[in-house]
């Protein structure tokens, strides 16, 4: 099977007994939508369980866009290609969570750090999918200056991580296409911490680092919802 989760946000007790719940094995597929990171305690221990899972496909997040960036320039102090707006980068990271993911990732031995920071190159853009007759475009928050006609390989990185999702909006006519992204709680949408399907959009951040959040998990094969 297929699953997908998302804004897991260092929660590693829930990501543990969600792949229990789930039942995860060798032959399933699990895309995890970014935000892996930051706010919960243990984003380096989700980081170390993903690593080495061949069938774990990880998608880049704003959350790890921030932390990859600046904890290249912390630990390794790579100087090109570093953004003139570092230092910014790193305040707003600390605060928004980051605090907790680098004091999670100090803990590790040199190997076992250079491992999970190159880990976070790994991530990718956005994945697409196809099961059945129904295509899963999967990508953090949505498509920021969004027009039809326009390769998704084509938007940056910043327009797929920081767009504020809204499930009023249709992306694609095809009725077939599915965006599935996570990044905004549904709880701040309806008050609950229900995955959202709406206008060919699934929104599947139900807030699992919140007091009244979810971890939550979906199938594309059967669209069966699991909460954590
Ligand atoms: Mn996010």
Redesign the pocket.
Known sequence: MTYVMS?IHGMYEKYTKMLELIGFSDDDDMYIL??VVDRGEHSAEILLDMMPRRNVFPVI???ELMAKTVLDVMFYGEKENQPASIEDMMTDWLRNGGAFTLDSISKLSDTGRRNVIDYLQDFTNYAAIEIDDKIFIMV??GFDNFRPERKISDYSVQEL?FHRPDPDVRYFDDENVYVVS??LPTLAINGRSDIIHRNGNILIDCGACFENGRLACLCLENMKEFYV
Do not use: E, M, Y
């Open positions: 804004d970014g935000d997040g704003n959350h953090h928050s991580v996570g990044h």
